[in-house]
């Protein structure tokens, strides 16, 4: 059976709308006991959780998750409660580590140790049974020595100390324990600090501001070790299969599963010219450790024609695709190509996905390319952001190229903190329009983010868009924006500001001035919106996630999606699912 796999559904929703899902299905988590006896195919990390573990445990956890990485759960408690706020206002269960800290034989079986953040707020001496454990010391001394990575967020960092791991490097943290990192031997610098990785030591705060920064800082730290250039050894070709998903909800006209034995996700899909779809992402199931560009062509109802793998001896993600005229355009990023780090990784392929070039864009830092259009004036434009260039942590990034990769111009966009991008579009009268995240803000989080730019690259205009509730000013997160049919546009995303997270869409005019925005979600607890697209009745239709706190013990994400019409309102919304994690 999979592991994870694509999935792709279409189904009916009110006002007889028809809508086509990408998501990542998993079959289940943590493979406990029976991990340490045999080898999962793809990246394994291990979690260590300590007691008073934070909410932001979910929202870092969640983006591994979508990196297709098999996660083990470990402490050196067989019941682990979370911080109490958490704790007793969502009623949340203790986590039951698959495997206790001291039973773990060999930590070569993983390819990262990530201490999860804990409450330093509510307990006085945070980790104390980690730094009091000896098994757990010797656990971490063991990484270091293996070359294993190893993460730590917040007061995490006192671990390390206690484990003796940080002489001689820097390291970020929670800085009521500085004096426990600097007797260690480490340098200290600083709370508001983007993460720093040392060899293979991973250091962060601020796991919500940071928390995606975070997470690329341990992809990085694993990617890393890994060889480049060509694959050694190519992946066997024909591992992808597809199977029927039969659900009980009679809107679903009919739903499919893509992969093969290991990790496989969707990222993005298209509607190609034969009236079928292409579906792009990533791959575990070739057995070669890291994650190939997966790339998958099916029918209209959904049965696989064809799929083709593309990458090196490192990593490669597909994030989007684009129907051309003779053939298809696959935008993500490479390790294995390029200059350095994570590259920008552009491949044209003919309608059989047979590759007829690739290009990669960037430097020697972290280049990643999250959205590809057609240029209207010729050629095509990505968008995403680096931290190789530009003038903060990281920048939006767009490059311009011609009909053949080529690169024309690019040009970075943000502040002094940092900016991702996600989306763009073409705009009548020339010029295109970006939706972005924005971490430069007056009130220290982060904001939506719209930039509007000439056909040369040059800024014409940018707004903020921060959301206000009962949290305050909060940690806004866009994920996906798109045009209006009124001229404006409409981003989507997530936010903190009325409960621990919820789906946050913002609505403008051409000039980017706000019209409206709303807040949703499912339940009270994590809620994400992801993608969103006009609908023919001038409505919009958000994709995301929605976690119920009673699925928290099996770790169970389910595929939310919701109808607002033009003014915003409310029209439907519907949480589809099985017993493993779907994300939309």
Same mark, same amino acid.
């Given at each position: 059976?999979?592991?994870?796999?694509?999935?792709? +559904?279409?189904?009916?929703?009110?006002?007889?709308?028809?809508?086509?899902?990408?998501?990542?299905?998993?079959?289940?988590?943590?493979?406990?006991?029976?991990?340490?006896?045999?080898?999962?195919?793809?990246?394994?990390?291990?979690?260590?959780?300590?007691?008073?573990?934070?909410?932001?445990?979910? *929202?870092?956890? @969640?983006?591994?998750?979508?990196?297709g990485w098999n996660i083990t759960q470990s402490g050196v408690i067989k019941e682990i409660p979370g911080c109490p706020p958490y704790y007793y206002h969502y009623q949340l269960p203790t986590i039951k580590p698959d495997i206790l800290n001291g039973q773990i034989k060999?930590?070569?079986?993983?390819?990262?140790?990530?201490?999860?953040?804990?409450s330093a707020f509510f307990s006085p001496v945070p980790f104390d049974e980690f730094i009091n454990d000896s098994g757990t010391l010797e656990l971490i001394s063991s990484a270091v020595k293996n070359d294993v990575p190893i993460s730590s967020m917040c007061a995490g960092v006192r671990v390390l100390a206690a484990a003796d791991v940080i002489r001689g490097i820097e390291v970020v943290g929670n800085p009521k324990f500085q004096d426990e990192y600097e007797a260690a031997g480490a340098t200290f610098v600083g709370k508001d600090h983007p993460p720093v990785i040392s060899g293979g030591i991973i250091t962060a705060s601020r796991d919500m501001y940071y928390s995606m920064l975070n997470c690329q800082a341990i992809a990085t730290a694993i990617e890393n070790r890994q060889a480049t250039g060509e694959h050694q050894d190519?992946?066997?070709?024909?591992?992808?299969?597809?199977?029927?998903?039969?659900?009980?909800?009679?809107?679903?006209?009919?739903?499919?599963?893509?992969?093969?034995?290991?990790?496989?996700?969707?990222?993005?899909?298209?509607?190609?010219? %034969?009236?079928?779809? *292409?579906?792009?992402?990533?791959?575990? +199931?070739?057995g070669n450790g890291d994650a190939d560009i997966l790339v998958v062509k099916t029918d209209a109802a959904g049965i696989k024609v064809w799929s083709k793998t593309?990458?090196?001896?490192?990593?490669?993600?597909?994030?989007?695709? *684009?129907? *051309?005229?003779?053939?298809?355009?696959i935008a993500g990023y490479t390790t294995s190509f390029g200059a350095?780090?994570?590259?920008?990784?552009?491949?044209?392929?003919?309608?059989?996905?047979?590759?007829?070039?690739?290009?990669?864009?960037?430097?020697?830092?972290? %280049?990643?390319?999250?959205?590809?259009?057609?240029a209207d004036d010729g050629g095509f434009v990505i968008c995403g952001f680096t931290h190789s260039d530009g003038a903060g942590e990281e920048d939006v990034f767009i490059i311009k190229t011609d009909d053949d990769g080529n690169e024309i111009w690019s040009k970075t966009y943000g502040g002094e903190r940092f900016e991702i991008g996600n989306s763009i579009y073409n705009v009548d009268g020339g010029g295109y329009i970006i939706g972005a995240t924005s971490g430069t803000t007056e009130g220290g989080n982060t904001d939506f983010y719209l930039i509007r730019i000439d056909s040369d690259g040059n800024e014409l205009w940018s707004k903020k868009f921060a959301?206000?509730?009962?949290?305050?000013?909060?940690?806004?997160?866009?994920?996906?924006?798109?045009?209006?049919?009124?001229?404006?546009?409409?981003?989507?995303?997530?936010? @903190?500001?009325?409960?621990?997270?919820?789906?946050?869409?913002?609505k403008t005019d051409s000039e980017g001035n706000e019209i409206w925005s709303k807040t949703l979600g499912n339940s009270k607890f994590y809620d994400y919106g992801n993608s969103l697209c006009m609908t023919a009745d001038g409505g919009i239709l958000i994709g995301g996630?929605?976690?119920?706190?009673?699925?928290?013990?099996?770790?169970?994400?389910?595929?939310y999606i919701v109808k607002l019409d033009a003014d915003g309102n409310l029209a439907g919304q519907k949480v589809i699912g099985g017993d493993g994690s779907e994300w939309g």
């Amino acid at each position: 059976m999979f592991g994870k796999s694509v999935f792709i +559904s279409l189904a009916l929703f009110p006002f007889v709308l028809l809508m086509i899902i990408i998501i990542i299905i998993s079959c289940g988590i943590g493979s406990g006991s029976a991990k340490m006896d045999q080898r999962n195919s793809g990246v394994d990390l291990l979690l260590l959780i300590s007691r008073d573990y934070g909410a932001n445990y979910f *929202l870092n956890r @969640d983006v591994f998750e979508q990196y297709g990485w098999n996660i083990t759960q470990s402490g050196v408690i067989k019941e682990i409660p979370g911080c109490p706020p958490y704790y007793y206002h969502y009623q949340l269960p203790t986590i039951k580590p698959d495997i206790l800290n001291g039973q773990i034989k060999n930590v070569g079986d993983f390819e990262c140790l990530a201490i999860m953040p804990a409450s330093a707020f509510f307990s006085p001496v945070p980790f104390d049974e980690f730094i009091n454990d000896s098994g757990t010391l010797e656990l971490i001394s063991s990484a270091v020595k293996n070359d294993v990575p190893i993460s730590s967020m917040c007061a995490g960092v006192r671990v390390l100390a206690a484990a003796d791991v940080i002489r001689g490097i820097e390291v970020v943290g929670n800085p009521k324990f500085q004096d426990e990192y600097e007797a260690a031997g480490a340098t200290f610098v600083g709370k508001d600090h983007p993460p720093v990785i040392s060899g293979g030591i991973i250091t962060a705060s601020r796991d919500m501001y940071y928390s995606m920064l975070n997470c690329q800082a341990i992809a990085t730290a694993i990617e890393n070790r890994q060889a480049t250039g060509e694959h050694q050894d190519y992946p066997q070709r024909d591992f992808i299969f597809s199977d029927a998903v039969e659900f009980t909800d009679d809107t679903i006209m009919w739903a499919r599963t893509y992969g093969g034995e290991a990790s496989d996700g969707g990222r993005a899909m298209c509607e190609t010219e %034969d009236g079928g779809f *292409l579906i792009t992402g990533y791959t575990f +199931s070739h057995g070669n450790g890291d994650a190939d560009i997966l790339v998958v062509k099916t029918d209209a109802a959904g049965i696989k024609v064809w799929s083709k793998t593309f990458g090196g001896a490192g990593t490669e993600y597909g994030h989007d695709c *684009l129907t *051309l005229d003779d053939g298809y355009l696959i935008a993500g990023y490479t390790t294995s190509f390029g200059a350095g780090s994570k590259d920008v990784y552009l491949i044209k392929t003919d309608r059989q996905g047979e590759v007829v070039w690739s290009r990669t864009y960037g430097g020697a830092g972290w %280049d990643v390319g999250n959205m590809v259009i057609k240029a209207d004036d010729g050629g095509f434009v990505i968008c995403g952001f680096t931290h190789s260039d530009g003038a903060g942590e990281e920048d939006v990034f767009i490059i311009k190229t011609d009909d053949d990769g080529n690169e024309i111009w690019s040009k970075t966009y943000g502040g002094e903190r940092f900016e991702i991008g996600n989306s763009i579009y073409n705009v009548d009268g020339g010029g295109y329009i970006i939706g972005a995240t924005s971490g430069t803000t007056e009130g220290g989080n982060t904001d939506f983010y719209l930039i509007r730019i000439d056909s040369d690259g040059n800024e014409l205009w940018s707004k903020k868009f921060a959301s206000s509730g009962s949290y305050g000013h909060g940690f806004d997160w866009c994920s996906s924006m798109c045009p209006s049919e009124e001229g404006g546009y409409v981003m989507a995303g997530y936010s @903190d500001c009325d409960d621990i997270m919820n789906a946050h869409i913002v609505k403008t005019d051409s000039e980017g001035n706000e019209i409206w925005s709303k807040t949703l979600g499912n339940s009270k607890f994590y809620d994400y919106g992801n993608s969103l697209c006009m609908t023919a009745d001038g409505g919009i239709l958000i994709g995301g996630t929605a976690k119920s706190v009673d699925s928290i013990s099996t770790y169970n994400n389910d595929f939310y999606i919701v109808k607002l019409d033009a003014d915003g309102n409310l029209a439907g919304q519907k949480v589809i699912g099985g017993d493993g994690s779907e994300w939309g």
